[in-house]
Every structure is written in structure tokens, then in C-alpha cells.
Nanobody
Framework: QVQLVESGGGLVQAGGSLRVSCAASTRTFSNYAMAWFRQAPGKEREFVAT????????YYTESVKGRFTISRDNAKNTVYLQMNSLKPEDTAIYYC??????????????WGQGTQVTVSS
């Protein structure tokens, strides 16, 4: 099992930037694909971005392409999500997850507790 702890959320104005982080407690972090999901109030959790185990490949949902960047530091067991040009519709709880393959979106799990991101208009 992989334990994940997200941090870095907060309140930001529209057009601003924020970086959220996710620290993993496992010795085999570099074996896992990692992903970010989010859940807005009253909505289901949705996929945001994913990165392959060595960080060579990334994939994003259409609504965040060109604005968000997922990255990882395997030496620090940490995955990041840099969010630029934020919009009010990006407001959600952001969760990271670990999985067996970066394009196997439905197989991500080991959810963290999430970090709240609020974008004011």
C-alpha cells in the first residue's frame, strides 16, 4: 500500500497560480504512475493529470491542457501539480493517487486526504 499526503492548497484569485504537492510513503515510488484528480462540490471526482513512473510521459484532461503541469521528483517521493491561469471552475478538492500505468485511469487508487483549492472570481 502507498500512503499519500497532499498539501499546498489554498485560496487564489482567478488568473493566479498555485502548486500542490503529494508526498508518498513507499520505497517503490518510482514504480508507480501517479495522477491528480479533483472533486468539486456536488460533482463526481474527475481525472486531471497523470505522469508515468519515470516522469517521461504526461497526460491531461482537456480542460487543463496548457495551464496545468504535472511533475515528479522520485528522489523525494513527491508528485506536483503546477496550476497556472486558474479559473473559478478549477475550485475543488485535489487528490493524488498511485496506479499501475499512467494511461490506466480507472485503476488509480491509494487516495490521499485531498487538499482544497479555491479560486475566487
Amino acid at each position: 500500500q502507498v500512503q499519500l499526503v497532499e498539501s499546498g492548497g489554498g485560496l487564489v484569485q482567478a488568473g493566479g497560480s498555485l502548486r500542490v504537492s503529494c508526498a508518498a510513503s513507499t520505497r517503490t515510488f518510482s514504480n508507480y504512475a501517479m495522477a491528480w484528480f479533483r472533486q468539486a462540490p456536488g460533482k463526481e471526482r474527475e481525472f486531471v493529470a497523470t505522469i508515468s513512473p519515470k516522469g517521461l510521459n504526461q497526460y491531461y484532461t482537456e480542460s487543463v491542457k496548457g495551464r496545468f503541469t504535472i511533475s515528479r521528483d522520485n528522489a523525494k517521493n513527491t508528485v506536483y501539480l503546477q496550476m497556472n491561469s486558474l479559473k473559478p471552475e478549477d475550485t475543488a478538492i485535489y487528490y493524488c493517487a498511485a496506479g499501475p500505468g499512467y494511461l490506466r485511469i480507472g485503476q488509480f487508487g491509494n487516495w490521499g486526504q485531498g487538499t482544497q483549492v479555491t479560486v475566487s472570481s
